[in-house]
């Protein structure tokens, strides 16, 4: 009789923390059921406000370093147009940066990343790469863009 109540009271309790375990996973799941929700959502909005930050950055240096050969709003003078789509549909993220880091040895585009010699860290060449990019929908058509430059 005694060893039968322990018994009971043995499976009572092993009920108990099978309840909990259970209550435990359900939670979990919905939990990471309401991460895998929310989170793409959350990375979109910080990486949106990430390159809004970037081209903001980039807005600023531009004028600074690069309006004088490039133009106010990228229509060339000293240095090709790179507000045209011919420029911005030919050169990927990757090679502008590229070409503004190391710059094009033998004319007037100097290096722009501090490894290279010049003054800018490689996330103000990002801002200005971004803001190179921000241009994109709606830069002109002009064939003529490289005219400065043999
Ligand atoms: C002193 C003038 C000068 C300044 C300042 C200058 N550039 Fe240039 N840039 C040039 C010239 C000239 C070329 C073309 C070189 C060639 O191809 O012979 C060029 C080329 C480029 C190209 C490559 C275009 C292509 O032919 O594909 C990019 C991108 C560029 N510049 C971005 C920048 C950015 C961004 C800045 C500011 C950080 C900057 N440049 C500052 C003169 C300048």
Redesign the pocket.
């Given at each position: 009789m005694t060893y039968r109540s322990n018994d009971e009271s043995l499976e009572r309790s092993t009920d108990k923390w099978m309840i909990w375990g259970l209550v435990f996973m359900i939670v979990l799941i919905v939990g990471f059921v309401a991460y895998l929700w929310f989170e793409p959502a959350g990375r979109a909005d910080a990486l949106e406000a990430h390159e809004a930050g970037l081209t903001e950055l980039g807005t600023e240096?531009?004028e600074l370093?690069?309006a004088?050969?490039?133009g106010a709003d990228g229509e060339g003078g000293?240095?090709?147009a790179?507000n045209s789509q011919e420029?911005l549909t030919?050169?990927d993220d990757a090679q502008?940066k590229a070409?503004?880091s190391v710059g094009?040895p033998g004319?007037?585009?100097?290096p722009?990343l501090l490894d290279f010699g010049g003054p800018?860290t490689a996330e103000e060449v990002d801002g200005?790469a971004t803001y190179?990019r921000s241009w994109e929908e709606e830069a002109p058509e002009n064939p003529e863009w490289?005219a400065?430059?043999p």
């Open positions: 240096l531009y370093n690069c004088s050969c490039h000293i240095g090709p790179l420029f030919a050169a502008i070409l503004i094009i004319s007037l585009m100097s722009y800018l200005l190179l490289r400065c430059c």
